[in-house]
């Protein structure tokens, strides 16, 4: 027994015990853990995502490039023999405006309506070509890249379209729905235009951007 007065000394104090240490540590321990833990997961999540966003401007940039490398590329020009009515703007239109396409490459126009292709070559913009202030067609040659062919006949003036099953209906025709396909073998940017003037000046027009074709060391 301890002396009198020692019992007394220890009143209100905490008593410690070995058991009651390792229950701490313990504790302890298993905070540090979900701390780690914790951080693990976080630093988990930002990989991630630092993975998933360079994943996807790979894919992005991979696209692009498939997009720029495209040997064969289809346009529509007019929107469809369905829009196709008169004074209908609707069917005034050729999409893509921007069209891109490997040098060597092709270019379909997928004529939908009274239209004609007109390409010209670098260096001319919508704003050089000389629209007459009455007539159908523009016709203007200069610089001109590729003719298309003419839905109302020719050439030569005069040569008339390819009749249809129903004289009212000149859209059932292949004057009015067909395909021309031009090659594109050097690089540049070219202006394509409807030479019909209404469609033009409704801004019936696009540009065929030709990539120059390199070697893959390059």
């Known amino acids: 027994m ?3 007065g020692v019992l007394w000394a220890f009143v209100g104090a905490a008593v410690s015990s070995p058991q009651r240490g390792l229950e701490t540590m313990s504790l302890m321990s298993l905070q540090t853990s979900d701390a780690e833990e914790d951080q693990m997961k976080r630093w988990t999540l930002s990989i991630m995502g630092v993975v998933t966003f360079v994943g996807i401007g790979l ?10 490398d495209r040997l064969s590329v289809s346009v529509a020009f007019g929107r469809g023999l369905n829009t196709a009515q008169p004074g209908n703007s609707v069917n005034h239109v050729a999409l893509p405006k921007k069209i891109k ?4 490459g092709v270019v379909h126009f997928l004529v939908a309506g009274f239209h004609q292709v007109f390409v010209y070559k670098p260096g001319t913009r919508p704003q050089d070509i000389a629209v007459p202030a009455a007539g159908t067609f523009i016709d203007n040659l200069d610089n001109l890249f590729y003719l298309g062919i003419n839905p109302a006949g020719g050439p030569p003036p005069g040569t008339p379209p390819t009749p249809t099953l ?3 209906r000149d859209d059932r025709s292949n004057a009015m729905n067909r395909v021309e396909s031009v090659a594109f073998t050097e690089p540049g940017t070219y202006l394509v235009i409807c030479n019909v003037r209404g469609h033009f000046n409704d801004g019936m027009f696009a540009v065929v951007k030709v990539k120059e074709d390199k070697d893959d060391d390059d």
Do not use: N
């Open 2 to 4: 301890p002396p009198d």
């Open 166 to 168: 129903d004289p009212t």
């Open 101 to 104: 396409v490997k040098e060597g």
């Open 59 to 68: 894919t992005a940039s991979s696209a692009m490039a498939d997009h720029d």
